[in-house]
Structure formats: C-alpha cells, structure tokens
C-alpha cells in the first residue's frame, strides 16, 4: 500500500525529534502501522538548517500555506506553537480534508472546541497526545484506556520547569530567583519563561485533560491558574518537617456541585509516589471509579520524548484514515452529542485541606485568637506547628494545617486573623491534597 504523506509545519527541536525518531523506527512503525508514513514536505522559515536536517529526503518550503494546501499530502503536523497563524493553519488543513497531529495545548486549550467542530464537519481526525505531558501516552489512558470509568479525579505534574524548580528549591534550600536562573542556564526554562513559572502552561494541559475525563468542551477561561514565583523556600521547609512536599499540581475533580479544574503550588504527603517525581520530569495521577488510582510516569519535554507522541498519533491516524469517521475515537473522549455541560466551579466554591503560616507576637492568648476565628468558620485544625522565636525575637511562626473546607472559609478566616493587632504581615495560604 502506497505511503500516508505527512507535511510537517516547523522543523524545530520536536520537529527534528520526529524526524529522526520516524526514519529510524522506521521498519516497526511501518509493521504498526500497516503502510509507510513518509514526511513528504517541511515548512519551516529557516529552510537552510531545515534542507540540512531532511538531507534531501523531502521537501522544504519557507511557507507553511504551501503544506496544508497540498492536496498530496494527507496529514498535517502542526509544532509551530501559539494561537496565531498555528491556528489559522490548523483550520485551513482541516478545510482542505487533512488529518492534523499537534503537540500545541495552548491552541486546543483556548480554541479547541472550534478547531473539533470544524474536523467533525469535516470528517478529519485531530489528535494531540504529544500535547500534555509530552511522551506520557496520557492522552490514549483517559480517552481509551480508562473508557470504563466514572473518572473522579486527575493530579499531575505536567510542568517539567516549575518542577525541576521546586526539587532544587527544595535539595539545595535556594530561593525562587535563584533557581529559575539556573533553570535558564540548563536550557530547561525558556528565556520568556512566563507561561511555565506562572502556571498558564500546566492549566493548558489540565483543562485538556478536564475535557477528556467529563466529556465536556475546553475551558481554559473558567481554569484557576496560579505559578510558583510567589513560593518561599521556608514554606517548603516547613512543609517538610510536617511530611509534606510542595508541588505545582494541574487538578480536576468532579464534585456533587460542579467540576473543579485548578493550578496552584500543591502540599502532598511526602509518602505519596507522586510526591518523589523530582526535576524536570512529568506524571499523571488519574482516579477511576472501577481501577482506583492509575499512575504515568516520564519525560514532559524534549525532541524525541515529545516525536514518541506526535508518531503514536501519525500511527493512529494512519490506522483509521480509512474507517468511517463515526466509528474513530472521539476528539474528547465522549461523542460530540453526548458533552456535559456540568459548571467548572468558581475557586471559592472548591473544596480542599489548607497549609497556613502566620506570623505572630509570641504573647499569652495569641493562638487562642486565632484558634477562635478559625473555629467560628467551621475550619478544623489537623495539625499545627510553632517554631521558637528566634534569639532576641518577639515574634514567632506558627503553621496550621486544616482538614478540608471550603475556600470561601478560608479567605473569610484569613481576612480576620490578618486583622488581629499581635499577627504581622499576611497570612501564606497554600492548598493541600491528600491525593489517597
Ligand atoms: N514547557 C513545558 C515544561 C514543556 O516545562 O514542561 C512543554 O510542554
């Protein structure tokens, strides 16, 4: 059987990554896939390093309109990233008939249900596992793998910088600004390293997978996205000694209100196999109803972890561009007309255990205060912590951890211990999860 012809758009890092990994897997992939898959056209604007790395074995254009206008080709890989001309691209493909594979979650996370409309219309498959958590086959267990389940909640670390951060914050006792410079250093932090520090990145993947669990459409909007660059190093010591560790967690739960679907440094048990996923790598913590807790585990980034995603997917599409489009795997996991419309909640209205540290006069009748207003919002305490003032101090640390409540109790209690005349400065509030 003649080859599937892919076009690839951008030629860069994951680009050559999948490249590379194609022509050498070659033999198996092509006994997987049942016929060849040959990259027939790269787009890409620097065509020189671009002819260097397909050594004449296709063809090279500086413009990506050529590619998806091509009417031999039969899919299209999208990696040129952003929601711009990404975008507009991916529906001019779609348009033309195409097959699309794209690793780009800000895209699918902002206009996905537009760009799953137009491939149903259309008849063509989108597909997008190199998207979250880049080789970690992620996508394939929620959509497939997991089918049999009620899915009741997702944790996952899904950003290899944020973490690699916090292991070393954590290792090396460093502080923030310190660590991120070495991120950058490393090569693991972009030079604009914004969507990463500051959560947008794991709340792109974690609605994604917020999608596919419930069956309903993208909503980045409704996402709480919260990063580590307000994170201070005592925390994660203190947390420590409590049998905890901090992590940047993407979660989405179903609850009886509402879905939860938040971003936010996480406290977990320090026992838990998730809490020891140190550096830059990524795992996923899925909660079904029939298998319990479900556990995946690897690299989030890089050439050829990212190109084992974007190939799995070019070998699915291979496998089913002949079927009927009504008998594939749908986009999201449940079939278009069968979407819940079940509310992302408001963070107020999200339920979980909270970690607070407070700084207060050391003086009769201060934990008393405290206790008191924490008591009147119904917050129970689960465990607490005060460090002896330091010589010649006055004022001390106090660290609570509650049991669960609701996080309008929380930022009401907050408001009323920051007003007391003996607590100093703000309270420091960071969310925990028992994750059992
Ligand atoms: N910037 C991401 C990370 C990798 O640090 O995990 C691509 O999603």
Redesign the pocket.
């Known amino acids: 059987m003649k080859s599937i012809k892919v076009g690839l758009l951008g030629i860069g890092t994951v680009g050559a990554g999948t490249f590379n990994v194609l022509k050498r897997n070659q033999e198996e992939i092509t006994r997987r896939a049942g016929r060849g898959i040959e990259i027939a056209m790269v787009a890409d604007l620097n065509v020189e390093r671009a002819k260097e790395l397909t050594n004449g074995t296709c063809v090279v254009v500086n413009d990506a309109n050529v590619v998806v206008n091509n009417p031999d080709i039969d899919i299209v890989i999208e990696l040129i990233g952003g929601y711009g001309i990404a975008k507009e691209l991916v529906l001019k493909a779609i348009a033309n008939g195409k097959h699309v594979v794209t690793a780009n979650?800000a895209l699918l996370a902002t206009h996905g249900n537009e760009i799953f409309k137009a491939a149903q219309e259309k008849g063509v498959m989108v597909a997008f596992e190199a998207a979250v958590a880049?080789g970690i086959p992620i996508i394939k267990a929620l959509r497939e793998g997991l089918t049999a389940n009620r899915i009741q909640w997702i944790a996952g670390i899904?950003?290899?910088?944020?973490n690699f951060i916090l292991s070393e914050m954590r290792d090396k006792g460093l502080d923030f600004d310190t660590v991120l410079k070495e991120a950058q250093r490393l090569g693991?932090a972009?030079a604009d390293p914004t969507?990463?520090i500051e959560g947008v990145?794991a709340a792109h993947?974690a609605t994604i997978m917020s999608a596919i669990a419930f069956g309903m459409p993208v909503q980045f909007d409704k996402a709480h996205v919260e990063g580590i660059t307000k994170l201070e190093a005592v925390d994660i010591r203190y947390a420590e000694q409590l049998g905890y560790r901090i992590k940047l967690l993407g979660i989405t739960k179903r609850t009886a209100k509402g879905i939860e679907l938040r971003v936010h440094p996480t406290l977990i048990p320090s026992k838990r196999l998730i809490a020891n996923v140190e550096g830059?790598m990524?795992a996923v913590l899925v909660h079904g109803d029939a298998v319990g807790a479900t556990l995946y585990y690897g690299k989030?980034?890089g050439a050829e972890p990212t190109a084992s995603a974007v190939i799995a997917d070019l070998v699915d599409i291979t496998r089913l561009a002949t079927a009927d489009p009504e008998h594939r795997v749908p986009y999201l996991a449940f079939q278009p007309h069968a979407m819940s419309d079940t509310p992302i909640l408001p963070m107020a209205e999200i339920t979980t255990s909270y970690y607070l540290r407070m700084q207060v006069a050391d003086q009769p009748g201060v934990l008393a205060d405290v206790t008191r207003i924490l008591a009147d919002a119904t917050i129970s305490i689960d465990a607490m912590l005060q460090k002896e003032p330091a010589e010649g101090e006055i004022q001390t640390d106090i660290i609570m951890l509650t049991h669960q409540t609701q996080e309008k109790n929380v930022i009401a209690a907050i408001a009323k211990i920051e007003a007391l005349a003996t607590v100093v400065g703000n309270v420091t509030k960071i969310r925990m999860e028992e994750l059992s």
């Open positions: 979650k880049g899904i950003n290899g910088t944020t693991y972009e969507f990463d990145d993947k830059a990524n989030g980034a």
